[in-house]
């Protein structure tokens, strides 16, 4: 029950810190958002709570194939661009 309680507190202080969005998953498929300034990282949804993610080392979140790959292989965007 304690266990429950925290998780819920941590995922409602995880969603309220993010300025990230989550759409909605059509058929249980997961949804992946590029990070706004960090070409190597990422948000995987979890319903509505954004869970930063890191792609190995090296490689940069491509967010038309939901994958890591060489950043010569990606066009990364982020909002200082």
Not at 20 to 36: R, S, T, Y
Not at 59 to 80: G, H, M, R, W
């Amino acid at each position: 029950m304690k266990f429950l309680i925290l998780f819920s507190l941590f995922s409602i202080f995880l969603n309220a810190s993010s300025k990230v969005e989550c759409p909605i998953a059509e058929e249980g498929l997961a949804i992946f958002v590029p990070h706004q300034n960090d070409c190597t990282k990422f948000y995987m949804c979890q319903g509505d709570i954004p869970i930063l993610m890191s792609c190995p080392d090296g490689l940069y979140f491509n967010d038309k194939k939901n994958i890591c790959n060489f950043p010569s292989a990606v066009q990364c965007k982020t909002e200082t661009d």
